[in-house]
């Protein structure tokens, strides 16, 4: 049974940024970094736009950054975690940048800052358009140059231990995570990994959606794995629909982004008839807030039937585009797309989620000594809708506030002594994985067809049903089968989806990215 100090589930941002500062503070305490798939693949590595930050004070202030995000959220987040966030984001910007993380600066050798939809002030660093994949190439180099992390791909957490498992009868004391089953998958086994303090920072769900920008890895293990150890979860309603994804097919399951920023920089959307539209809805227009501009662009979609709108770039100069977004356009080119000549067809999909499992202004989960941060936790800055590029802020800040409270006693706490190996089967090999496959792709349909960008009593209650029997079904697969990543992926989006319908039926007033045009 491996045994660590600290156990990091996930290796984006959130789980990274954690285990560099536990290590570098900490020489001494073994750190194990466990990530499903490869070492970078995560939602941090697509991120285009950049962080958003409060580091010009001449035009921009803490009060302006702090507004914009609570009219973001729509009266549902916490200010005192917003103010905290904000505060402390320019500190931890600059600790990226010290760790050596590139960002653009103008030829005046200030910060190149970019203007997204909902901020009053431009104020996004961003490295050209593909910004997160220089923060996760840059902390994975670093990582490897601490002695005390191991970095393990291909390593699946299945479930977190706690009392459960210890099979002792539950009293009235907080549970306790004592670490977690592991699949890895090259050898086929469950390890059981025994840790002092955990981490989960396992990212987004979009691929319960049909549509997503999510890559393959987002299927909501971390809060359906928190939620079976039953952590508290919750605002799970709001998932957040970029409205600008490229509409052509999917590379890898996912749909390619176009930046929220390019809109910032003066793309407007046309329909059909090549008309402006964004005007009807809000007198931001293009630089609305997401769930404005995703609703303006259903709404569009259903009056037109048609399957997606354009964004017009045809006003920025190639020069601009180029510098700004050499990804983007790498991109439409190889689609045959000129953006100088031609409109990009996009339409919205699955982004982001703004709830997850419940933690406090320091990252604690409602288990001791289990903390989450990142895409999987709820932290109450987004409230009910997250404002652009305020995510990769969030995990910095609470990943940092997590290892201050890790700090606390990762000395003096020790290792459970014995926990019970997994008593899961994993003996048939099922006759046909192809209805894993089914499964999946039913679940992303119920939840596209059904609980998307706008909602109703009936379509949360069709959702409700049909998840049921999915649940069924999958559930007797997972006794009878030999266990496999897809399987547990399965059970998680599953898990994942029940907890957005329930937490959707439940709420009764329409904020921020939740609609339901029976509640009007
Ligand atoms: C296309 C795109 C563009 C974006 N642009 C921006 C932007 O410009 N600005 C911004 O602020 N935000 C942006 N976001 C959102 C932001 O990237 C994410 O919210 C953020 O990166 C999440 O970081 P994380 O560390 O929490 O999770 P991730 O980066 O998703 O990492 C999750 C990790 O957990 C691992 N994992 C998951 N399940 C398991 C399991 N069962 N066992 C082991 N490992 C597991 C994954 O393999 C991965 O390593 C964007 C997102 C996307 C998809």
Redo the contacts with the bound molecule.
Sequence with gaps: MPKTDVLV???????LTYALKIAECFPKQKIVI????DES????????????TVIDTLDDSYEKHISDTLKAGDGLCDPKVVQMVVEEGPKRLYELINWGINFDKSKLGTYDLGLEGGHSEHRILHFKDI??YEIERKLIIKIKQQQNITLLTS????DLITEHQLKRPRSKQKLTCYGAYVFNQKTQEIVTYNAKTILL????I?QVYRNT???I???G??IA?AYRAKAQVSNMEFVQFHPTALAHQFSHGRSF?I?EAVRGLGAILKNEHGEAFMHKYDVRKELASRDIVSRAIDNELKISGADFVYLDCTAISKKDFKQHFPNIYAQCIEIGIDINKQMIPVTPAA??LCGGIDVDINGCTSIQHLFA????AHTGLHGANRL??????E?LVFAHRCFIETKKNIETIKNKTSIPDWDGKNTFETKERILITHNRKELQSIMSDYVGIIRTHERLHRASKRLNVLFEETEDLYQKSKLSTSL?ELRNMISTAYLIVEQSMKRVENKGGFYNSDLI
């Design positions: 589930l996930g290796s984006g941002i959130a789980g466990l990530t499903k798939g693949e995560s939602n941090t590595k697509y991120a285009q736009g950049g962080i958003a910004t997160g390593h699946f957490a299945v920072a396992t990212g987004g979009g920008t999510n890559p890895i987002a299927t293990d971390g794995m982004l930046s982004h982001y941060c990142g895409e999987c652009a590029s305020n995510s990769l802020l995990a547990f």
